[in-house]
Nanobody, 122 residues
Framework: QVHLVESGGGLVQPGGSLRLSCAAS????????VGWFRQAPGKEREFVAV????????YYTESAKGRFTISRDSARNTVSLQMNSLKPEDTAVYYC???????????????WGQGTQVTVSS
């Protein structure tokens, strides 16, 4: 069992940065790939990025490439999403999820956090 808690969301101006964190409980957390998804009002949830269990592989959706960086600290059981050059269209609730690398982009994982709101507005 893995329990996930996101933090770090907030209001930021266009062009600004935010760093989201996903804190996990559970001894086997390092065996899971961890992904970030987001859901904007009136839209479907969409994949943003994923990092493998050991942190050796990462993958991003096209809109996140070059702006977002996913990383993990195994000692602290956390996964972070550094978001730079934020745009209004990045506004959404961001969720972290833990599961299997192969299915992460299409479906997410078996475990989900409660989400954190990111609002990009002037």
């Amino acid at each position: 069992q893995v329990h996930l808690v996101e933090s770090g969301g907030g209001l930021v101006q266009p062009g600004g940065s935010l760093r989201l964190s996903c804190a996990a409980s559970g001894r086997t957390f390092s065996s899971y790939a961890v992904g970030w998804f987001r859901q904007a009002p009136g839209k479907e949830r969409e994949f943003v990025a994923v990092i493998s269990g050991l942190g050796s592989r990462t993958y991003y959706t096209e809109s996140a490439k070059g702006r977002f960086t996913i990383s993990r600290d195994s000692a602290r059981n956390t996964v972070s999403l550094q978001m730079n050059s934020l745009k209004p269209e990045d506004t959404a609730v961001y969720y972290c999820t833990a599961g299997t690398w192969d299915y992460m982009e299409s479906a997410g994982g078996s475990y989900w956090g409660q989400g954190t709101q990111v609002t990009v507005s002037s």
